[in-house]
T-cell receptor, first 111, second 121 residues
Framework: GNSVTQMEGPVTLSEEAFLTINCTYT??????LFWYVQYPGEGLQLLLK?????DKGSNKGFEATYRKETTSFHLEKGSVQVSDSAVYFC??????????FGQGTTLQVKP | ETGVTQTPRHLVMGMTNKKSLKCEQH?????MYWYKQSAKKPLELMFV???????ENNSVPSRFSPECPNSSHLFLHLHTLQPEDSALYLC????????????????????FGEGSRLTVL
């Protein structure tokens, strides 16, 4: 079946450090891939997405590339800020349209 | 303004109470969802409604009763809950194709409300 696996957190970084949050998936067909972010006390917001292999999604300095050969969609940012502290969820859209989420990775950025 | 509004934001109830959570979307979507988010557990999909019809119930206990009177409103009626039901309940909406699957304009993106934090004493 379809599934998403994220690296376990929490991830703790200093401001301006480089961020990578790993995400791998298992799916039949050609799913769309997403990263959602949840800031403290809020719901989930779409951060970026990619709909086909080799697509790169980007937003707010974050990037992720849809790698079909490695079934991965790792999230990266070159220089994190304290305001990036949140929980990040990787997700895929199955061929029925249902969204399947990873378990979430907490990012803490310290000044 | 997220386009998906949930009320109340916080709710404390006893195990014998009956309460309801409300969700309203202003995005013109035709699918709505309830998710449960507990500490240190993955997001759990509870219910899915497509064009007001329930299309998915992920083995949710009957003490949770959803209601979708129209495509813009979704309720979760709660009764005789247990302390382990304490969690953040998230509502989401999306646009689907006419067959109930993804449309060309929608790749499965969900729009979430800010959640209702439920505490069962």
């Amino acid at each position: 079946g379809n599934s998403v696996t994220q690296m376990e957190g929490p991830v703790t970084l200093s401001e301006e450090a480089f961020l990578t949050i790993n995400c791998t998936y298992t799916a039949t067909g050609y799913p769309s891939l997403f990263w959602y972010v949840q800031y403290p006390g809020e719901g989930l917001q779409l951060l970026l997405k990619a709909t086909k292999a080799d697509d790169k999604g980007s937003n707010k300095g974050f990037e992720a590339t849809y790698r079909k050969e490695t079934t991965s969609f790792h999230l990266e940012k070159g220089s994190v800020q304290v305001s990036d502290s949140a929980v990040y969820f990787c997700a895929l859209s199955s061929n029925t349209g249902k969204l399947i989420f990873g378990q979430g990775t907490t990012l803490q950025v310290k000044p | 303004e997220t386009g998906v509004t949930q009320t109340p934001r916080h709710l404390v109830m006893g195990m014998t109470n009956k309460k309801s959570l409300k969700c309203e979307q202003h995005l013109g979507h035709n699918a709505m969802y309830w998710y449960k988010q507990s500490a240190k557990k993955p997001l759990e999909l509870m219910f899915v409604y497509n064009f007001k019809e329930q299309t998915e119930n992920n083995s949710v206990p009957s003490r949770f009763s959803p209601e979708c009177p129209n495509s813009s409103h979704l309720f979760l009626h709660l009764h005789t809950l247990q302390p382990e039901d304490s969690a953040l309940y998230l509502c989401a909406s999306s646009r689907l194709g006419g067959t109930g699957g993804p449309s060309d304009a929608n790749t499965g993106e969900l729009f979430f409300g800010e959640g209702s934090r439920l505490t069962v004493l």
